[in-house]
């Protein structure tokens, strides 16, 4: 029964720590199945998460911050799109100076507004997503295995929580069944073929853009709302990276996206259990070991041990109309 229950601490916490890394990942989804390349996805998360404490702190109201985390994703986006899109820049480029500036953005602005070391102000209760009980949680917790799983491990998570997993279907939905998403994943193939038929290009990688841009602000959003009280600087600590790289290892599609994201929150979960925990035959090992996994599973991954990843053939290649 102690096993069951170390269990499903370890897996509560894998779905807690796994959300923001989902909300990027199917952000990266659209924005690279349409042929943009989007290494920025840090930075966005970043100033949504600062955009959205900020407002909370400022208004007390955990929708006005989360509304205040996308627009401001979404105006980051759009600075990506213009410099990728429209002027055809290089994609990585752009996506690299946009991590550093909401990097140095973040920090300044903090520091001038709160005057907290470029954090914001502790957040209350009615600032933040808090946890929701599902419904006869309370009546079934004291029934043996199903009622500690459905009272610990799927009850108790905030709004976000159960978005995030909507949109995986959302987003398999609207790519595969969708007049919307067949041109976006045919923009990512071939753009030539979608300008022939009378498609604006441009207009299909500006609209990926800005869903990208929502999925981030969401993802910073549940970063300072719900998993943490307040900003910090940095907060988002390269899980930016960590979703591209789950991107490239669900190979650009949405449910396996979601289980590889679950695979990285397990080992946040597994490395803060074990820190401190001696381990049989080898003792105790620095907690810097376990903290470390998630960062070595990624590079692993991107080193190409999961066989090959084949990116949409016109991901970033800027597209230049033929005349």
Known sequence: MELLNTLIVVLDSTIRLSIPLLFACLAGLYSERAGVFDIGLEGKMLMAAFASASVAAISGS????????????????????????????????????????????????GQAWFAQGGRTPSLGTDARFNAITLPFADAVREIPV???????????????????????????????????????RAVGENPAAVDTAGISVAGLRYRAVICTGILCGLAGTYLALAQNAGFVKDMTAGKGYIALAALIFAKWRP?????????????????????????????????????????????????????????????????????
């Open 62 to 109: 955990a929708w006005f911050g989360l509304g205040a985390g996308i627009l401001a994703s979404i105006f980051f986006a759009l600075v990506h799109g213009f410099a990728s899109i429209t002027h055809r820049g290089n994609q990585i480029v752009s996506g690299v100076a946009l991590n550093f500036v909401a990097a140095g953005t973040t920090v300044i602005l």
């Open 255 to 323: 449910v396996p996206a979601m289980f590889a994201c679950l695979l990285f929150g397990f080992l946040d979960a597994l490395a803060i259990r074990l820190q401190g925990t001696p381990l049989p035959l080898i003792g105790r090992v620095p907690s810097q070991v376990f903290q470390a996994l998630p960062y070595v599973l990624t590079v692993i991954l991107l080193a190409g041990f999961i066989g090959k990843a084949i990116p949409p053939r016109a991901g970033g290649i800027p597209y230049v109309k033929e005349r």
């Open 146 to 184: 199903v009622g500690s799983i459905y009272y610990e491990l799927l009850s108790g998570h905030s709004i976000l929580v159960y978005f995030a997993f909507f949109m995986v279907w959302a987003t398999w939905w609207i790519l595969f069944r969708t007049r919307f998403g067949l041109r976006l």
